[in-house]
């Protein structure tokens, strides 16, 4: 018996390393972007009935697994407030440093407002350079204006 999403989670983990799958090869088979699938297989997204069984598929879950699945999920997957993975750190330390200069230029082009993380799209890709690799990271969410009441 499955009690939480965390434990689908943790079956899709291990059926990812013991069958060599990619987040990229799940994406595809969904015909989504890789950052949601992944974010999706992480359980913080929520899986349509099709979806559901097609992730089950590829990583041969139980009905039951399929069926949490489509819950929507708690989300937030950081252990701690303050990241101690190094990659994530790193993320953690980039809006620390930068979080008030994003802040105070979304504000000056947009107004009293956010950036959702509900109308938001994200895309990861490598960018050679003779330096060494990096990560390219683009974010873009829809603009939430305050409104006055």
């Not at 949601?36 to 929520?46: D, S």
């Not at 697994?65 to 980039?94: C, F």
């Not at 979304?106 to 938001?120: K, L, P, R």
């Amino acid at each position: 018996m499955i009690s939480n999403r965390e434990e689908v989670t943790a079956l899709i983990l291990s059926q990812k390393v013991a069958k060599g799958i990619k987040w990229s090869e799940v994406a595809e088979a969904l015909d989504l972007s890789k950052e949601w699938t992944t974010a999706g297989c992480l359980g913080q997204m929520t899986f349509d009935k099709e979806q559901a069984e097609k992730v089950g598929e590829i990583f041969a879950l139980s009905d039951e697994a399929i069926a949490w699945l489509q819950i929507v999920p708690y989300k937030g997957s950081l252990p701690t407030a303050v990241p101690t993975d190094p990659l994530i750190y790193r993320w953690y330390e980039v809006v620390n440093v930068y979080g008030s200069t994003i802040k105070e230029l979304i504000h000056e082009e947009f107004g009293d407002g956010i950036m959702s993380a509900i109308d938001f799209s994200m895309d990861i890709k490598r960018e050679e350079n003779p330096n060494g690799d990096r990560v390219n990271v683009v974010l873009s969410g829809k603009f939430l204006p305050y409104r006055q009441f």
